[in-house]
């Protein structure tokens, strides 16, 4: 044969050709045998590097740390305090725009619930209606029933506003309401 001849060998009425892989496949085939190599020798043999695992441990720590220096940071809330901040011009506004940004999609628009509960009934499942309780779900959520932790997602004013926002819509009769979930706490109403 000659070198312009195509080479092929047929077996069973299959003919087959010998046609080379192209060079820069080969070489890139190589390349990632050769790299697999190192990686190999310097995470497993030479302890180089940190695995999966400890980087995962050191990330953890940070959070540990940050949050232990961000709640001995943030002042105490009391209910007076709270009751200053839901009571500043523009709160009830800026609660209403984040509620419908952040909350309509499962407590409903009018706060009669959806996915989520009624917010607007005497009834609650989390706390006893309080503002710091209202404030507490809003930042830490409620993994269990699916609520996100908006505390490190929203701004401390956005939070106090949609607490405030909703204390300004309890006792309302939204249409089509959920209805009663969680404990009757009657004295919710009057605070």
Known sequence: MSDKQEKYHEYDGIIEHDNPLP??????????IIFAFIYYIHYEMGGGGKTLTE??????????????SAT???PMETEESL?????????????AEQYTAKCASCHGPELGGLI???????????????????????????AEKGMP??????????????????????????AGAKGPQGEPIEDYLTK
């Open 83 to 95: 009751q200053a901040a839901f009571a500043k011009d523009g709160v009830v506004a800026l609660g």
């Open 55 to 68: 980087e995962l441990n050191v990330a953890m720590q940070e959070i540990d740390k940050t949050k232990a």
């Open 72 to 74: 001995s940071a943030a």
């Open 116 to 142: 989520g509960p009624d917010l607007v009934d005497k009834y609650w499942i989390h706390g006893k209606g309080t503002r710091m309780d209202i404030v507490k779900v809003i930042r830490e959520g409620v």
């Open 23 to 32: 060079t820069w496949w080969l070489a890139t085939f190589f390349i990632t």
């Open 149 to 174: 932790p908006w505390g490190p997602v929203m701004k401390k004013e956005e939070i106090y506003a949609v607490a405030a926002f909703i204390l300004s819509k309890k006792g309302t009769q939204p």
